[in-house]
T-cell receptor, first 108, second 113 residues
Framework: ELKVEQNPLFLSMQEGKNYTIYCNYSTTSDRLYWYRQDPGKSLESLFVLLSNGAVKQEGRLMASLDTKARLSTLHITAAVHDLSATYFCAVVRGKLTFGTGTRLTIIP | DTGVSQDPRHKITKRGQNVTFRCDPISEHNRLYWYRQTLGQGPEFLTYFQNEAQLEKSRLLSDRFSAERPKGSFSTLEIQRTEQGDSAMYLC???????????FGPGTRLLVL
């Protein structure tokens, strides 16, 4: 059974700081996604990572994938309040299996 | 708006009642997925369709749950004899076979009293 684990589960950080969210998964996969979810809202697709060494960047967020280590990271650079949300990674093996999520709070 | 839509957005029902939710996918997408999300958790896969064929069902989908996509366009998810444990957000997503990213609808929040 595919397991997807994220850490940390909760993260409070000050504006302007950098931090990284980690996503580990237990078996090989075709691709990995990162989604954002605001409270009470649905999920917004951020990145899809297709191959080993893939790196995608959008604004202050950068995602990478190491398929050999079965690890993806979401790096936040110079955080701003608007990035406060819950971030999920999700791994495809037929269907999407989501991680537990990381609730990120950016403190002014 | 050409995104995924779901109806209703909120549903409150009494235990034992039946409920039905509707999902309209992005028009050119042939794959449609249902997920359930409880508070503080990630979405859990329930079932998915390619066109009108239901190709996979999760073990989470008890016999009280049924999903249809009769013409390969919109889909319905019905829960019979609802239980308090069914309270959750029910999310629908769609994708194409060419570009497989799943796009999610706003969800239907169900509360079973």
């Amino acid at each position: 059974e595919l397991k997807v684990e994220q850490n940390p589960l909760f993260l409070s950080m000050q504006e302007g700081k950098n931090y990284t969210i980690y996503c580990n998964y237990s078996t090989t996969s075709d691709r990995l996604y990162w989604y954002r979810q605001d409270p009470g809202k649905s999920l917004e697709s951020l990145f899809v990572l297709l191959s080993n060494g893939a790196v995608k960047q959008e604004g202050r967020l950068m995602a990478s994938l190491d398929t050999k280590a079965r690890l993806s990271t979401l790096h936040i650079t110079a955080a701003v309040h608007d990035l406060s949300a819950t971030y999920f990674c999700a791994v495809v093996r037929g269907k999407l299996t989501f991680g537990t999520g990381t609730r990120l709070t950016i403190i002014p | 708006d050409t995104g995924v839509s779901q109806d209703p957005r909120h549903k409150i029902t009494k235990r034992g009642q039946n409920v039905t939710f509707r999902c309209d996918p992005i028009s050119e997408h042939n794959r449609l997925y249902w997920y359930r999300q409880t508070l503080g958790q990630g979405p859990e896969f329930l079932t998915y369709f390619q066109n009108e064929a239901q190709l996979e069902k999760s073990r989470l989908l008890s016999d009280r749950f049924s999903a249809e996509r009769p013409k390969g366009s919109f889909s319905t998810l019905e829960i019979q004899r609802t239980e308090q444990g069914d309270s959750a957000m029910y999310l629908c997503a769609s994708s194409s076979t060419v570009q497989e990213t799943q796009y999610f609808g706003p969800g239907t929040r169900l509360l079973v009293l």
